[in-house]
């Protein structure tokens, strides 16, 4: 061949424009959670799982629209950047060998791949996201294309793109078994999906029959089975997250009723120390505007699952008890008020 590979494909797209708005994309996500409460070097779980971090408690609660949010979503700016070059690097040559609809596709069933796989290996064990799943799937289609295309190479080109992707992968792969906190599921099940991805959308240029090869034909089927074999083996949630948010939300609701009632019980004591209203009328506010928000409180926490395995479970029990014994104290004192003469002038000490 007189002309290269890389350098005919660079011709189809010189500015590569999916490549370059997936970076885009990713560094936007990771910017507007800056804003969202995330670390730069470092984001806790839990702001990753309010912004559709992958978790089995929650994605297999019916929010399986974590599979793709995970994919853009990354716990500090290392983690980012060292995902944005690798993009960059693979999916520059990867769209201008398949083409800007052919590698958004590749890239994005690869990543939902990666992250079901994850999904059914870590289960309720760890919190993933970040794009490395797509990107191992973008390696594994350049490896396919390279793979089906060698006779029209340069053999000196063959052995650096195809060993090159190869080395990487593998080498990044065998790191994720020695450094903790990488998510090796996501990479496994983003390289294979992306290898079948791009088996089937092989560009006639490289495939010239329109009819699969007896290989492609036996990489789909097995990507099918594989997929049906990970849809039936879904781990089983430690708990539903949905209900876990109820926890939260209504415990912060009682953090603001409290906030509130002690404010109230302020102005009431004030009114009493004024002498402006008889102790009667005070014990009515105390039983109106500081026991029964309470009591209602306590009775919408106790109408929630009480599931040990849930983390919020110990403060759920710990809301209920305040909650009560604020409720039975307001009106404790609102009893002892109706039972003191009102006395202008005097203040008030229930």
Same mark, same amino acid.
């Given at each position: 061949m007189d002309q290269?590979?890389?350098n005919r494909i660079e011709l189809r797209?010189? /500015?590569?424009?999916?490549?370059?708005?997936? %970076?885009?994309?990713n560094v936007?996500?990771?910017? !507007?959670?800056?804003?969202? +409460?995330?670390?730069f070097w470092h984001s806790p779980n839990t702001v990753q799982l309010t912004w559709g971090a992958n978790f089995a408690p929650a994605t297999a609660d019916g929010q399986w629209w974590r599979l793709a949010s995970a994919m853009f979503l990354h716990f500090g700016a290392?983690?980012?950047?060292?995902?944005?070059?690798a993009l960059w690097d693979g999916g520059k040559l990867v769209e201008r060998m398949f083409g800007a609809v052919r590698f958004v596709v590749i890239y994005l069933i690869s990543g939902v791949g990666g992250n079901l796989l994850?999904?059914?290996?870590?289960?309720?064990?760890? /919190?993933?996201?970040?794009?490395?799943?797509? %990107?191992?799937?973008?390696?594994?289609?350049?490896? !396919?294309?390279?793979?089906? +295309?060698?006779?029209?190479?340069?053999?000196?080109?063959?052995?650096?793109l195809f060993?090159?992707?190869?080395?990487?992968?593998?080498?990044?792969?065998?790191?994720g078994y020695i450094i903790p906190g990488i998510d090796n599921s996501a990479h496994i099940g983003g390289f294979a999906t992306g290898m079948v991805m791009a088996a089937l959308l092989l560009p006639t240029t490289i495939v010239?029959?329109?009819?699969?090869?007896?290989?492609?034909?036996?990489?789909?089927?097995?990507w099918v089975v594989a997929l049906f074999v990970l849809v039936t083996h879904l781990p089983a949630p430690k708990y539903r997250w949905q209900q876990e948010i109820a926890i939260q939300k209504q415990v912060q609701k009682l953090n603001q009723i409290d906030?509130?009632?002690?404010?109230?019980w302020r102005q009431i004591m004030l009114e009493g120390r004024e002498g402006s209203v008889s102790f009667d009328e005070l014990a009515a506010q105390i039983d109106a505007q500081v026991a029964t928000p309470y009591e209602q409180s306590f009775e919408k926490l106790s109408a929630l699952p009480e599931d040990p395995n849930l983390p919020s479970a110990a403060l759920l029990e710990q809301a209920k008890a305040y909650a009560l014994q604020r409720s039975e104290a307001s009106k404790a004192a609102a009893d002892k008020l109706r039972n003191v003469p009102f006395m202008p002038g005097k203040p008030a000490s229930p």
């Open positions: 290269s590979l890389l797209a010189p /500015v590569p424009p999916m490549t370059r708005l997936l %970076i885009m994309l936007l996500v990771f910017v !507007v959670m800056l804003f969202g +409460g995330a670390g290392l983690h980012l950047g060292m995902n944005m070059l994850s999904l059914v290996i870590q289960g309720n064990d760890a /919190v993933s996201g970040g794009a490395s799943g797509a %990107i191992f799937g973008i390696y594994g289609a350049l490896l !396919v294309y390279v793979w089906f +295309g060698r006779r029209q190479m340069q053999v000196q080109e063959f052995r650096w060993w090159g992707a190869l080395l990487f992968s593998a080498l990044t792969i065998a790191m010239p029959s329109k009819q699969l090869t007896l290989t492609q034909w036996l990489a789909a089927i097995s906030q509130q009632a002690q404010q109230k």
